[in-house]
Nanobody, 117 residues
């Protein structure tokens, strides 16, 4: 399984960006797929996930601003990021879990999101 992330960039505070993560080489039958982010000097943070059944999770810092969705026909998960803040600046990584115990983990390459003040 390969995950290909795209959509990062530079945006002013208050703006929007949309990230995509396309999966290939598998069935997209992931138990969970989503996004982590890591800012310089900070720990990795789980941002948002969506389960096979469509249940979503959001970190408190992004709730009501970010929306995660998946298109099973396109084997793609999206992260719509609105009302961006400078503290959202980070490298965003998509990941996916599958297997009876979610023992198989896959990672995409990071995509940089920079929010200027």
């Amino acid at each position: 399984v390969q995950l290909q992330a795209s959509g990062g960039g530079l945006v002013q505070a208050g703006g929007s960006l949309s990230l995509s993560c396309a999966a290939s080489g598998g069935t997209f039958g992931f138990n969970r797929i989503g996004w982590y982010r890591q800012a310089p000097g900070k720990e990795r943070e789980l941002v948002a996930t969506i389960s096979a059944g469509g249940s979503t999770y959001y970190a408190g810092s992004v709730k009501a601003r970010f929306t995660i969705s998946r298109d099973n026909a396109k084997n793609t998960v999206y992260l719509q990021m609105n009302s961006l803040k400078p503290e959202d600046t980070a490298v965003y990584y998509c990941f996916a879990e599958e297997g009876p115990l979610s023992e198989f983990n896959y990672w995409g390459q990071g995509t940089q999101v920079t929010v200027s003040s």
